[in-house]
């Protein structure tokens, strides 16, 4: 049974002046962090007002003498409660980093992970000198792969999808608030995999789908077995069922020689580049290495002539 998922309420401190600067905010902080056992208090204060301020993790030590108000310091105590539930650090401040883009987050969605950066990375190194059409994000959880290539590649539009309504709504909500930093315009749908996109072709299809296989959930970290919404995390088949589906499906998305790029479990990589290999619709298929030197991104390229 997962653990309760919120905090309970957090009684507002009178803002005198033993409370009201980000040096004291952050004391109190600690303190609730040191009551509730978690380890490493000062630094993870400090990292929960720098989030909530959206700031570098060093900058409250730095201005701990900058006024602080109550609403702060009510999050960050709420927030210091909740990793004391053990939320993970990202739900417990309601935000989370991807390439310099602050998303907001909470149990509805899966928490980005710095590996799937390095897939929108590997999308702007494949389509670069490339101008304009289409990409699609399909799963696209609280929009980081969206988003991220709306502000940093050069399409004209980006289309993501998500079976869940939840997660649009979160991702339709982060687009709202990035939307001065977006360069091409977003869309959202609503469906399984490539059906929300059935009349569209796009010149990039790109996809960090569940890959997690049923029977392997309970050897799943805590943070993210108790935590993390089990349908962006587990599929059929063996984990495979969903990116079967999508690669079974991708081909008929894509224009001429347009792009195929995929997250993927480090343990089924090759399986999934073989997969692929035999869809005569692809070619140029190869695995790359995340930042560990692991198997993690299967790229492809549709044929010209199919």
């Given amino acids: 049974m997962a653990p309760e998922r919120d905090a309970p309420a957090v009684k507002l401190l009178a803002m005198d002046p033993a409370a009201s600067t980000i040096g004291t905010v952050s004391r109190h902080v600690e303190a609730?962090?040191?009551?509730?056992?978690?380890?490493?208090?000062?630094?993870?204060?400090?990292?929960?007002?720098?989030?909530?301020?959206?700031?570098?993790?060093?900058?409250?030590?730095?201005?701990a003498d900058e006024p602080a108000d109550?609403?702060?310091?009510?999050?960050?105590?709420?927030?210091?409660?909740?990793?004391?539930?053990?939320?993970?650090?990202?739900?417990?401040?309601?935000?989370?980093?991807?390439?310099?883009?602050?998303?907001?987050?909470?149990?509805?969605?899966?928490?980005?992970r710095p590996e799937t950066e390095m897939l929108v990375e590997i999308v702007l190194d494949e389509t670069r000198g490339e101008t304009g059409g289409t990409a699609m994000d399909i799963g696209t959880g609280a929009g980081a792969i969206a988003l991220a290539l709306a502000q940093e590649g050069r399409?004209?539009?980006?289309?993501?999808?998500?079976?869940?309504?939840?997660?649009?709504?979160?991702?339709?909500?982060?687009?709202?608030?990035?939307?001065?930093?977006?360069?091409?315009?977003?869309?959202?749908?609503?469906?399984?995999?490539?059906?929300?996109?059935a009349d569209v072709r796009a010149r990039a299809i790109v996809s960090n789908p569940p890959y997690i296989a049923f029977e392997e959930a309970e050897a799943l970290p805590v943070s993210v077995r108790a935590w993390e919404p089990p349908l962006a995390?587990?599929?059929?088949?063996?984990?495979?069922?969903?990116?079967?589906?999508?690669?079974?499906?991708?081909?008929?998305?894509?224009?001429?020689?347009?792009?195929?790029?995929?997250?993927?479990?480090?343990?089924?990589?090759?399986?999934?580049?073989?997969?692929?290999s035999a869809n005569a619709a692809f070619k140029d298929v190869s695995v790359r290495l995340d930042l560990a030197g692991r198997e993690r991104f299967v790229i492809a390229r549709r044929r010209e002539t199919t």
């Fill in 32 to 63: 609730e962090l040191a009551k509730a056992g978690v380890s490493d208090s000062t630094e993870q204060a400090r990292e929960i007002v720098g989030a909530l301020l959206d700031v570098g993790r060093h900058w409250p030590a730095l201005h």
């Fill in 233 to 276: 995390l587990l599929s059929a088949e063996n984990g495979l069922a969903i990116t079967r589906g999508l690669i079974r499906g991708a081909a008929a998305r894509l224009e001429r020689g347009g792009l195929l790029a995929l997250e993927v479990d480090t343990r089924r990589a090759a399986l999934v580049a073989e997969i692929v």
């Fill in 70 to 112: 109550a609403m702060l310091l009510a999050r960050a105590l709420q927030a210091a409660q909740r990793l004391g539930l053990g939320m993970p650090f990202q739900y417990a401040v309601g935000c989370a980093s991807f390439r310099g883009l602050t998303l907001e987050v909470d149990a509805r969605v899966l928490i980005p």
């Fill in 155 to 197: 399409f004209e539009r980006v289309i993501a999808t998500d079976v869940s309504l939840d997660a649009i709504a979160v991702a339709r909500y982060n687009a709202e608030l990035l939307a001065p930093r977006l360069a091409a315009t977003v869309e959202f749908r609503h469906g399984s995999l490539l059906l929300p996109v």
